[in-house]
């Protein structure tokens, strides 16, 4: 396609004169086309475009055009509702217009959006149906035969597979000469017809297309189409009792699998791996596929489960957001009615027992209003409780579910390294940074749950009398090895005698682990970090400053919010998961205590804690 021909014609009023390059909105049209999903908004532009050509009146097609473009972006949105009304109006113009093969065209949209998108079958049958007869009326053999290929698979999935044989016989009547003549590829055609006979258990007959397509793709070193057709002739195999040939076969589909970098095929390959070995009575083996196929299946999945997750947050930020206007309505309200009373009393005393007849009834109203407000607010807050609850749910659900897979890496990874010598350098680095990958990877797992539960986390609080001043000593020397790394001075300022709190050493380690973990990740080189701890008004304050980047001050009120993400970033390329102060406050808030921040950008910062004692 002659794009940079045709592109500055686009961007010029030029195009849209008296007479119109019906070969040139052609062009437009077929660019629009071939654009890829992540250019969907593209193509509602040239929609627009070749709309603005159909209200001049002169290219009647044009409309037809523009109308199925506009379906075509709203399928790529997703908006399906939207994109079957669009595709609906271009049938209706493409028969206004007597129009056959742009009739074709909006019944094709149709029937896959019925079948790919919204899982309607019968209505999908009916639309490819009527197709028929109109690709009988245009005489279009290649048109036909696809719509015969889509007829056969429609009802092998609704279970009429006699139906579906007769429409793949037919295909293959008129699809065979244009095979000969080097017109069709009638691949598609062959692996329906062999999934109508595994269907119907005449694995020897599906056997016969699988293969055919099989040395077809094999001569064109099709890998993707390889693997489709080794995994059919492994399940049918293994259907069929040939158990060798199916593990051939199905070790095939899997190397293929790995070469392709493609979890799925590798999913569905352990699939009818377990399959064959539960036919050959296997099960242990069988068992251990299955379970594979689960973890990889599962993998795939969970993209889907982040997405719910944040539709659900969404939905119930949105809720929050209707309580405190609803709340707000009502002070208004209240306020309103205060105002007029004060303004009746001091329109006379004479008029005070009809004023305060009128504020009763105007009270009792506003009461009950406010009572359907309350009402509303408290079924509000029930739903939201609700949704929280499920978000939590899905949370912990993907948080578990996502470590099963961060275990399998690390295990691979320790059998990996007790074979280091046959590894080379750029390896064992490899090696490495797998290890780093999957010990962030659990911790984040960690931090997503103990944000997200409604204690810190199942520890049980068990209190002991510390020495405060050897604790955070001892703290101090956990992170020395860091800060020397990063050139960063740690600095310990305690009173010289001993300070005793009672507290959870536990709890009380991970508050300032995160604090001092913090306070190096955004200190640049040579520069120091102070941690203080001292007793004043029967209060224990610990105080951990820094000379970082600091935080800019609109970002201070949102700082110990769950996942809250600040501008200011790690000096050295740390990572940040942005749930490390979440977590803080929660657990000062479990020990009973206060924590703040100030903070100046380019100074640096200063928490402090105060526990009561």
């Not at 005489?139 to 609704?158: E, F, P, V, W």
């Not at 490495?432 to 103990?450: N, W």
Request: with cysteine; hydrophobic share 40%.
């Amino acid at each position: 396609m002659k794009w940079t021909l045709f592109s500055c014609c686009l961007l010029s009023s030029a195009t849209l004169v008296a007479q119109i390059d019906t070969a040139e909105v052609q062009r437009v049209y077929e660019h629009a086309r071939d654009l890829s999903e992540a250019q969907v908004d593209s193509i509602a532009w040239y929609a627009d475009y070749i709309n603005r050509i159909a209200l001049k009146g002169q290219y009647p097609t044009a409309k037809v055009l523009a109308l199925r473009l506009y379906g075509w972006y709203y399928e790529n949105k997703p908006d399906y509702k939207k994109a079957i009304d669009y595709y609906l109006q271009t049938l209706y113009e493409a028969r206004r217009l007597g129009d056959i093969g742009h009739q074709v065209k909006a019944l094709t949209d149709l029937a896959a959006i019925y079948t790919d998108d919204m899982k309607q079958p019968v209505k999908a049958k009916e639309v490819y149906l009527e197709c028929v007869g109109l690709n009988k009326q245009l005489g279009d053999a290649r048109s036909l035969l696809d719509t015969y290929i889509n007829l056969g698979a429609i009802y092998d999935q609704i279970g009429l597979h006699d139906s579906a044989l007769l429409f793949l016989q037919e295909g293959l009547r008129i699809g065979k000469p244009l095979e000969d003549n080097g017109k069709a590829d009638l691949d598609n055609l062959y692996n329906n017809l062999g999934n109508n006979y595994y269907y119907r258990k005449d694995y020897d007959q599906c056997l016969v297309y699988f293969r055919n397509n099989y040395l077809h793709h094999t001569a064109q070193h099709d890998l993707p189409d390889i693997w489709t057709d080794v995994i059919n002739m492994a399940d049918a195999y293994s259907e069929n009792g040939q158990f060798d040939s199916a593990g051939k076969y199905a070790d095939l589909a899997m190397s293929l699998a790995l070469q392709l970098k493609s979890r799925s095929k590798e999913s569905y390959t352990d699939q009818i791996m377990s399959k064959l070995y539960r036919n050959k009575g296997e099960y242990k083996k069988a068992f251990e596929y299955q379970r594979r196929w689960y973890e990889l299946d599962t993998a795939l999945v969970n993209g889907e489960t982040y997405k719910a997750i944040a539709e659900l947050e969404t939905k119930y930020e949105a809720r929050e957001r209707e309580n405190r206007t609803l709340v707000l309505q009502s002070e208004i309200t209240q306020q309103k009615f205060h105002n007029r009373i004060m303004m009746l009393m001091a329109l006379s005393l004479l008029l005070i027992a009809i004023a305060a007849a009128l504020a009763l009834v105007t009270k009792r109203r506003v009461n009950r209003k406010l009572q359907a407000t309350n009402d509303l607010m408290m079924r509000q807050n029930d739903r939201l409780a609700e949704l929280n609850a499920e978000k939590n749910s899905l949370i912990s659900i993907v948080s578990h579910d996502l470590s099963t897979p961060f275990a399998s890496i690390g295990m691979w990874n320790q059998l990996l390294r007790s074979d280091q010598e046959n590894l080379n350098a750029e390896q064992k680095k490899a090696l490495s940074r797998i290890e780093q990958a999957t010990i962030y990877g659990e911790k984040l797992i960690r931090h997503v749950l103990d944000v997200e539960k409604a204690e810190t986390n199942q520890h049980k609080v068990e209190l002991e009398n510390l020495d405060l001043k050897a604790f955070a000593e001892s703290i101090i020397e956990d992170f020395l090895p860091i800060a020397v790394k990063k050139n960063i001075r740690l600095h310990l300022n305690c009173s010289s005698k001993s300070l005793y709190f009672l507290s959870d050493k536990h709890l009380l380690s991970r508050m300032l682990e995160n604090l001092l973990s913090n306070a190096i990740k955004y200190t640049a080189a040579g520069k120091n970090v102070w941690m203080s701890v001292n007793e004043e008004w029967g209060l224990v304050n610990i105080k951990v400053r820094d000379e970082g980047v600091g935080i800019e001050p609109d970002e201070l009120p949102h700082l110990f919010a769950k996942y809250s993400k600040i501008s200011s970033q790690p000096t050295n390329g740390e990572l940040s998961t942005g749930l490390g102060l979440a977590i803080v406050k929660r657990i000062v808030e479990e020990l009973n205590g206060q924590i703040s921040c100030e903070s100046a950008v380019g100074e640096g910062s200063v928490f402090t804690v105060k526990l009561k004692k």
